[in-house]
């Protein structure tokens, strides 16, 4: 069990929401506990519905009017009222409160910098911790803790903290086309008190986590946070996306977070050195948790590449060299078997493998893919497939196939034990689908790979980037762990 403070924090048997609603807002905090089923109390907080009902739930004027212990608060009041909130929670001895609370020094103006700072100083003078301000807060589905409506009640192993609470939004959802699921998501904002660091080393103890995510604008303590993350990622991958790069987005933070966003030149050497996983967009990070997620330690980089035809298998091969991987030759091996077997294009194949010299004959390639996977040359296979016709002619008396998981198996997919990235090419599928039958099959594919958790991509290069930093990720960690002795 985690020592750290968050673990009781987040853990809350009671919540009061300050300035809940029927609407708007205030509605939107309270709603969501209710839909994931929130294992303690809700307390609605709202002057205006002192002793009436919101949402089905008894209303108080204040905090100090609740009759039980509060454990937790959710603040959605002006920032002017917040330092009455904060002397009523000192009274009923609250442990957290998140600020969704905004108008503070992200604004740059004098009066909001120094409210800030003594909303700081009280909390810390009554012993409570802030997530926030200026932000979503905390998504924990196993705790029943959401700040959306519509979140996934199903958790998994992935922890993220994000500045930004609209990029927590985004990421679930995009995790969530995947299969991915999370322990929990912070968004932290201003990181007035509880900080980015104070995140990455929860989720590091956290035992519900297997891998973190980042998004960071700025922090507020260097040294701290890259000592932290360099202990971090010696038990857990740690992805890290920065925001406010460039000169608009270093603008942009400043106005969104308070944040300083730094010297990038120093932060990527600093990221490398503490051997995170560094990604430049948020598809790039659901991307490279995909991997994670699903697959086991890849410790090289030779790949083995199949599918597509002519001018595709070419691009592939280069789209592999350049993010980092090895594309090596097909071994002697795999063609004297192939000989053996009577196929009559032993000669011609090569790596990457054109299916389409195979005449699109699946049962070949299946075997070719088979064999690969066998062979102790290749650390990991990318396939690039294209959604079956299931309506399409028969070729060397072979018909369309059934149903997806007999196009899986022609194509040799469920005969692959190595690591494997797949390519789901859907150009075009939707331009002409009158019945909307090929983009059903399209669908059906992407789950039933996720389903065998095999991780599907949109493009060979995203796979083969993908596969280059995972690879990379687990031979530093090989490295580090042999040189420990």
């Known amino acids: 069990m985690s020592g750290h403070p968050l673990h009781e924090i987040l853990r809350p048997k009671s919540i009061a929401v300050a300035g809940a609603s029927e609407m708007g807002r205030g509605a939107g905090f309270v709603t969501p506990l209710q839909e994931l089923g929130f294992k303690g109390k809700i307390y609605p907080v709202n002057p205006k519905y002192g002793g009436q009902e919101i949402l089905g739930l008894k209303a108080y004027a204040t905090v100090r009017d609740i009759p039980d212990p509060v454990d937790f608060v959710i603040s959605s009041i002006p920032a002017p009222q917040v330092l009455a909130l904060l002397d009523d929670c000192a009274v009923k001895g609250v442990k957290g409160i998140h600020f969704f609370t905004a108008r503070f020094s992200e604004t740059g103006r004098p009066d909001a910098i120094a409210l800030e700072k003594e909303v700081l100083r009280r909390a810390k003078a009554a012993n409570i911790r802030i997530i926030g301000p200026n932000c979503m807060g905390v998504y924990y ?34 995790a969530l086309t995947k299969g991915m699921y999370f322990s929990k998501g912070i968004s932290y904002g201003n990181a007035i008190d509880l900080n980015e660091s104070d995140y990455l080393e929860y989720y590091t103890e956290d035992e519900d986590t297997k ?29 890290i996306i920065k ?20 010297a990038m030149e120093i932060w990527h050497s600093a990221v490398k050195q503490a051997g995170a996983v560094e990604v430049a967009t948020l598809e790039e990070l659901v991307d490279v948790a995909t991997a994670f997620y699903y697959l086991p330690p890849v410790y090289g980089k030779r790949v083995g590449v199949a599918g597509g035809s002519g001018g595709s298998s070419v691009m592939a091969a280069d789209l592999c060299e350049e993010a980092g991987l090895d594309v090596i030759p097909l071994p002697k091996e795999i063609r004297e078997e192939l000989k053996a077997k009577g196929n009559p294009i032993w ?37 690039f497939v294209n959604p079956p016709n299931f309506r399409g002619p028969r070729r060397l008396g072979m018909g369309p196939p059934d149903n997806i998981n007999e196009y899986m198996q022609r194509a040799g997919i469920g005969e692959i034990t190595k690591p494997l990235f797949v390519v789901v090419d859907d150009r075009g599928r939707s ?17 039933t790979l996720i389903k065998n958790r095999i991780p599907v991509f949109d493009s060979i290069s995203s796979a083969a980037n993908t596969a280059c930093k995972f690879a990379e990720f687990n031979m530093r960690q090989r490295r580090a762990l042999l040189a420990s002795g």
Do not use: C
Not at 158 to 174: C, D, K, N, R
Not at 211 to 221: A, K, P
């Open 141 to 174: 589905p196993d705790w029943g803790i959401s700040f959306n409506s519509g979140m996934p009640k199903q958790s998994g192993p992935i922890g993220l903290a994000s500045q930004s609470g609209s990029v927590t939004h985004e990421i679930v959802e995009m």
């Open 211 to 239: 891998i973190i995510l980042m998004y960071i604008e700025g922090v507020r303590d260097g040294k701290r946070f890259f000592e932290t993350l360099r202990q971090s990622t010696m038990k857990k991958p740690v992805i």
């Open 243 to 262: 925001g406010g790069r460039g000169k608009a987005g270093t603008r942009a933070t400043a106005s969104h977070t308070a944040s300083m966003a730094g």
């Open 347 to 383: 000669d011609w194949i090569s790596n990457p493998v054109d299916f389409s010299i195979s005449m699109g004959d699946f049962n070949s390639s299946g075997d070719i893919a088979g064999m690969m996977s066998r062979h102790p040359d290749f650390d990991l296979l990318l396939m």
């Open 431 to 447: 331009v002409n689908d009158d019945t909307g039958e090929a983009n059903k099959k399209l669908i059906e594919m992407r789950q």
